[in-house]
């Protein structure tokens, strides 16, 4: 008999095991939250209800902030094709940070009763997030998630979204759940009587080799899920820098400035052209669709074998299709001057080193000082001055990532390859997560389009257009080159002896040069 259920669980698609099958996700508002949603709609088009957890903002209630989002490009093949599948989704108003998520009492119970798998992935993804805030979303919310799944009796999968540098104060990151310096229940009692300034003060003690309250945190929250929900059908999985989609539901789509999408942006624009970064290094850059296939892969598996223990996921590129920051710093170049921004403030020219001094000077040069001078024109024109404030922000934000662009880390990817190994050839091609399909060139320069089209909404019909005014501004920038260095070397002979002595010997030469061609001439 248990081998005959074995052979049964084996033969159970992914859209099979979903059927009839109501979700809770938290999140969905989120980039991957998104990507989450739509796909599961459509390549498990016989899914229940999907209850998804949004709160109010800004005045706008949780019905509406869903219709906008299943209006927005990411889902307009899903609803074409499914016509009315905007009625399997189910807003849910309420907040990660309140218990029971702040549902009110009939949601709580239609929600509790009907839900068979959680995907929960809403977290703050601010660096620099305050650390009581950040153990407020980040820890505590998976504290009211375990509380509320035990009240769900039909749950078979639990999927907990962390990040694979929860541990990046480690190079080898096994997966595996690592023992905090500090208890989880510790770090939340200590924010519940500490005031802010106090907080403040003891972050970066707290944080000790983390580079931010994020990581941070997210340790934290594997630590505290793997005792609150102990019993649970529960499985971690760790993605690295997530990025724009590969392939679904079309490629390049990304819809915010966070991560690697704020630096291609700023490379396009002309805005960033040297960062502190290893050139040889790993980016393990993974795009949106491969990590969403790979969650609907890991509550798949987790609801069908039901490991004896909580299965850690690293969703990584590095160690199985490496991509380095070199890479990237000539792929962008490429293709953004193939595919150029509609207005770029200077010609696309990026830089990964990790030399202190080399930036230091590019900082000094290469950005703040053209950063004055084109805000001292726009003074000039009777313009409000901009690009000094561009600067800072996009420092501060250069800053929170130098830590991931300077190192790299070996993840281990065995129940990764695992998972690929349980699952049929048509799940394998319906859910692909095999990071060594991806083709790095192809997908850069879908990302770079995708953030000129989605991001900055940039038409690719202006992409004509675009072009002339880059090349425009080639020839511009040439001229001032040749013009800067003709003024410095007459600056220079003027001021240096030797540079004088140069100047006239060069000057001679040429004089020389002109009185041998007509000789030359009447000799032949």
């Known amino acids: ?8 669980r084996e033969r159970l698609s992914i859209p099979a095991f979903f059927r009839g099958k109501n979700i809770f996700i938290t999140g969905v508002t989120g980039f991957m939250g998104k990507v989450l949603l739509e796909k599961l709609l459509r390549s498990c088009p016989d899914i229940g209800l999907c209850y998804v957890l949004v ?55 239609a929600v509790c009763e009907n839900t068979a798998v959680v995907f929960h992935s809403a977290a703050t993804v601010k660096f620099d997030e305050e650390l009581k805030l950040s153990v407020q979303m980040n820890v505590v919310g998976v504290q009211h998630l375990s509380k509320l799944c035990r009240r769900m009796p039909q ?33 939340i009692d ?23 309250t994020y990581t941070y945190t997210k340790a934290m929250a594997e630590t505290l899920l793997l005792e609150e929900a102990k019993g649970l059908p529960v499985a ?11 392939e679904e539901p079309l490629p390049g789509w990304v819809d915010n400035l966070n991560g690697p999408t ?88 990026p830089r990964f080193t990790l030399s202190s001094m080399w930036k230091m000077l590019s900082m000094t040069f290469d950005h703040l000082l053209p950063a004055y001078i084109m805000d001292g024109y726009l003074r000039l024109i009777g313009k409000k001055p901009m690009f000094v404030k561009i600067q800072d922000r996009l420092w501060k934000a250069v800053g929170t990532l130098e830590f991931f662009t300077s190192r790299q880390w070996n993840f281990r990817n065995d129940n990764v390859f695992m998972l690929l190994s349980k699952m049929s050839y048509e799940d394998k091609k319906t859910f692909p997560f095999d990071p060594r399909s991806i083709d790095w060139a192809r997908y850069m320069e879908n990302y770079c389009l995708g953030a000129k089209q989605f ?17 425009r501004l080639q ?17 220079l002979v003027k001021r240096v002896p030797v540079c004088h002595a140069l100047w006239n010997l060069f000057l001679s030469w040429v004089l020389w040069v002109f009185h041998k061609i007509p000789l030359v001439a009447r000799s032949s």
């Open 262 to 349: 704020g630096l291609l942006v700023a490379i396009g624009k002309g805005l960033l052209r040297c960062m502190h970064g290893n050139f040889h290094g790993t980016a393990d850059l993974i795009p949106v669709d491969t990590v969403t296939n790979a969650i609907i892969a890991v509550a798949w598996y987790t609801g069908v074998e039901r490991p004896s223990t909580t299965l850690v996921y690293n969703c990584t590129t590095g160690q199985m299709n490496r991509l380095t920051w070199g890479q990237v710093e000539r792929m962008s170049y490429e293709y953004f001057m193939k595919n150029p921004c509609n207005v770029v403030a200077r010609i696309p020219n």
């Open 190 to 212: 200590a924010m519940e009587w500490m005031d802010a300034d106090t907080v403040e003060a003891l972050t970066e003690k707290l944080i000790g080799n983390r580079p931010n």
């Open 455 to 471: 991001v900055l909404k940039e038409e690719i019909s202006e992409l004509p257009k675009a072009r002339i005014s880059l090349q």
């Open 475 to 491: 020839r511009i920038q040439q001229v001032l080159k040749v013009v800067g260095a003709v003024l410095l070397w007459r600056l």
């Open 1 to 8: 008999m248990a081998g005959a259920a074995d052979n049964m």
């Open 236 to 246: 971690i999985i760790r993605p690295s820098i997530v990025g724009a989609s590969w």
């Open 55 to 109: 709160r109010p903002k800004k005045g706008v209630q949780p019905e509406d902030r869903i219709k906008n989002i299943l209006s927005c490009k990411l889902f307009e093949h899903l609803k074409e094709a499914q016509p009315g599948v905007e009625g399997k989704v189910k807003a849910v108003c309420g907040d990660i940070l309140e218990p029971n998520f702040g549902m009110s009492a009939e949601d709580q119970h």
């Open 155 to 187: 749950l078979q999968s639990l999927v907990h979204v962390s990040t694979a540098y929860a541990n990046c104060d480690r190079e080898q990151v096994a997966e595996q759940v690592y023992e905090p310096p500090l208890h989880p229940r510790k770090l």
